[in-house]
């Protein structure tokens, strides 16, 4: 399948009204190359690219659906070598959270010890979104039973500015409490994170139904409140 026919195909599963929502939560991508197009139709044409397509070879994309095609193509792979390939050629292009977080490759369960250094080199970059993709898959794949300690406090040692990198950060902290409370909850309480990150990490935990009751009160007077240094 070409581009161009890739490209009708998308045109034809336009919806107006979820372009609109995609308009307004994904402000990082430029609205004029969002064609609207839902997850689950992407997901069946993405069933039907080959993985070494024109599509896949044609970086970087003009428009956002070609990049959701080309992260659910990445998503299917099953070559663990080929799969880590084609996500180490495609993260630069990345440039949006939903790209990103729905980028999650099936093989990769399969590889974690292989995997785990892949993570320890993409959460040392500069790039946003190759930084919130390694958190991801560390929240992923090693919280249950392939988690250690350490994984913590690589996560907390990233500092960034960026919102998108933050959010993830807080993201993976708030589902470690769940996960690995006892480990997890030392981070909060001696501020390992930055205020803002610490802060909706809390916020991300108390909506969780996954928090006790007594757990959520207690890091509810964790909070860090802007008086405190």
Partial sequence: MNIEEIRKQLWEMQDLK????????????????IIGVRTPELKKLAAKIEEDGELMNSLPHKYFEENQLH????????????CIAEVNRFLPYVDNWATCDQMSPKVFAKHRKELLESIKEWIGQSMTYTVRFAIGMLMSHFLDGDFKP??????????SRDY?????VAWYFATALAKQYEAAVPFIEKRRLDRWTHNKAIQKSVESYRITPEQKAYLKELKWKEKES
């Avoid at 979820?18 to 190359?33: F, M, N």
């Avoid at 350490?150 to 500092?159: D, F, G, H, N």
Wanted: glycine share 0%; no cysteine; aromatic share 12%.
């Fill in 18 to 33: 979820y372009r609109e929502l995609q308009v307004k939560i994904i402000p990082s991508v430029e609205a004029e190359t």
């Fill in 71 to 82: 992260s659910f193509v990445i998503s299917r792979m099953k070559d663990y070598d080929r």
């Fill in 150 to 159: 350490e994984y913590l406090k690589m996560v907390a040692e990233v500092r």
């Fill in 164 to 168: 998108y990198v933050r959010m993830m």
